[in-house]
């Protein structure tokens, strides 16, 4: 079976549509949402804010937090960015060059860098999301492949789009950051989760890394676990309102991003390879005012195939 060129937007998360409501105006204790807080809706906007308001949110972390700074105050001002820009098909970059991207190990002796493949529309066309498409499609790469569910490995494309000189990232695990090479370019499609890969060329020692995610920023984090952001996470899940499996709940804090008193760094994740959950997760998230927990940036693997379903 030869592969497809056009390949549909992966789910991330799906809402049920019919959420009823709650008209109880008791006062709320801190740490426990009503009814009404926990409605479909609610839930909807804290894990996947619209574009409007993760702006605002972006523009908030900036002014409020006076102490950020260096490489941590990029990636705040990279994501805002990335969201006020007017996207063309010139504009697509690689996944390397994203102000934040996901590493799951998803095999023994498969972890990298993960971008999904998808769709997006431009000026009333479809066309796929990532950069990579590109590249390989312009080296008839794609042409080489005669089945699907199979992680291909693309070296003649990655030795010439990096000049033979693959590039270093910054990545972050549960408890350090570090640094590594990048060592292939990759591709699968299986139907329900298609993605590119950046495998990762690690040391012994650092194979041995719980990693998270990458940025070639220089962040500066303050590892550790935040318990009440944590437990807020949990509480804040209305486990009726989801379609496919969700390990939204499951979310633990990792570490915060200095210079800021509200934002923090998490993920849904068994290691060292993921055999436990269906939907393992990255994510930034910022502590508003009144408690709730908002999603700035995310990444979630629909390991279960709901998605096609």
């Known amino acids: 079976m030869r592969i497809r060129l056009q390949v549909a937007l992966p789910l991330l998360f799906t809402t049920i549509i019919s959420?009823?409501?709650d008209t109880d105006t008791s006062k709320k204790n801190e740490s426990t949402l009503t009814k009404s807080e926990g409605s479909c809706?609610?839930?909807?906007?804290n894990m996947a804010p619209e574009k409007t308001s993760k702006i605002g949110l972006?523009?908030?972390v900036l002014s409020e937090n006076k102490e950020l700074a260096g490489d941590n105050k990029k990636l705040i001002q990279g994501l805002l960015d990335k969201l006020e820009a007017t996207i063309d098909a010139a504009d697509l970059i690689m996944a390397i060059d994203e102000p934040l991207f996901p590493i799951y190990r998803l095999k023994k002796n498969q972890i990298?860098?993960?971008r999904k493949a998808g769709s997006m529309e431009i000026d009333g066309e479809f066309i796929d999301n990532a950069k990579e498409h590109e590249i390989l499609q312009e080296n008839f790469a794609y042409q080489s492949i005669d089945s699907m569910g199979v992680l291909v490995n693309f070296p003649e494309e990655f030795s010439e789009l990096f000049n033979d000189n693959p590039p270093s990232i910054n990545?972050?695990?549960?408890s350090r950051k570090s640094r590594c090479k990048l060592k292939s370019l990759s591709f699968l499609d299986d139907q329900c989760l298609t993605y590119y890969q950046y495998d990762l060329n690690l040391t012994d020692a650092q194979n041995k890394d719980s990693i998270l995610f990458g940025s070639k920023l220089s962040l500066d984090l303050d590892f550790g676990s935040f318990p009440e952001i944590d437990k807020a996470l949990k509480s804040q899940y209305t486990g009726n309102c989801m379609d496919c499996p969700s390990n939204y709940p499951d979310q633990k804090t990792f570490a915060n991003l200095k210079g800021t008193t509200n934002?923090?760094?998490?993920?849904?994740?068994s290691f060292p390879v993921n055999t436990k959950l269906a939907a393992p997760s990255r994510s930034?998230?910022?502590?508003k005012k009144d408690g709730k927990i908002i999603t700035l940036w995310s990444s979630e693997l629909d390991l279960s195939g709901c998605g096609c379903n």
């Open 112 to 114: 990298g860098i993960i």
């Open 263 to 269: 934002v923090y760094f998490t993920f849904a994740d």
């Open 284 to 287: 930034l998230v910022m502590k």
């Open 19 to 21: 959420c009823t409501s």
């Open 58 to 60: 972006l523009k908030e």
């Open 41 to 45: 809706e609610t839930l909807w906007a």
């Open 171 to 174: 990545y972050y695990s549960i």
